[in-house]
């Protein structure tokens, strides 16, 4: 357990579903990450949150829409995805001064049918 | 930009053999520099960390030293056991805030053999 909680542990889901990937913290950290890992590819920052707000987005496709309703929570919402989407969905967080690093969690994989 | 680059994978070794994982960085100013750890099927983990250069890092038998003039922090282990197998990702932060996240290579898979 690292204190960063991501559930559910697997998602299997049809194109046309509707999902949402939830990350919970409470190591009072304020900056939380979504990040996504493809086989043989390199891990992929999607959306960050410092303070509540989205501070960066990767060109994600809005497909994928992250919310972040106080500094402990994590949402990732999942709509008419494509099976190029599935992955490992890992999040993160960190506090937003200094250089220090990240706790992740255990991760989300998804798998798009 | 900032950029981390690692030595490709994979890296097969035996049992008890001496492991090195180079890693080297470019980055602006003096950043903290880390070593994330993945197990199959799980997220990163933090294995060790460096802050200041000559500093080393050690956890659970690995080391990594921060090297300025290099600009390197190689990742070691003296005698590996199969439960190292992994994906073993290096890691800097040049800057905090909103304006610095954290910057990963791509990772090199190790595989120990018995």
């Known amino acids: 357990e690292t204190g960063v909680t991501q559930t559910p542990r697997h998602l299997v889901m049809g194109m046309t579903n509707k999902k949402s990937l939830k990350c919970e913290q409470h190591l009072g950290h304020n900056a939380m990450y979504w990040y996504k890992q493809s086989a043989k590819k390199p891990l992929e920052l999607m959306f960050v949150y410092n303070f509540k707000e989205q501070t960066e987005n990767n060109s994600v496709p809005s497909r994928f829409s992250p919310e972040c309703p106080n500094s402990s929570h994590l949402f990732l919402h999942l709509h008419t995805l494509q099976p190029e989407d599935s992955a490992l969905y890992l999040c993160?967080?960190?506090?937003?001064?200094?250089?220090?690093?990240?706790?992740f969690g255990s991760g989300t994989r998804l798998t798009v049918v | 930009g900032d950029s981390v680059t690692q030595m490709e994978g994979p890296v097969t070794l035996s049992e008890e053999a001496f492991l090195t994982i180079n890693c080297t960085y470019t980055a602006t100013g003096y950043p903290s520099l880390f070593w994330y750890v993945q197990y199959p099927g799980e997220g990163l983990q933090l294995l060790l960390k460096a802050t200041k250069a000559d500093d080393k890092g050690s956890n659970k038998g690995f080391e990594a030293t921060y090297r300025k003039e290099t600009t390197s922090f190689h990742l070691e282990k003296g005698s590996v056991q199969v439960s190292d197998s992994a994906v073993y990702f290096c890691?800097?932060?040049?800057?905090?805030?909103?304006?610095?996240?954290?910057?990963f290579g791509k990772g090199t898979k190790l595989s120990v053999k018995p």
């Open positions: 890691a800097l932060r040049s800057r905090g805030g909103s304006q610095g996240n954290l910057i």
């Open positions: 993160a967080s960190s506090q937003d001064e200094g250089l220090g690093g990240y706790t």
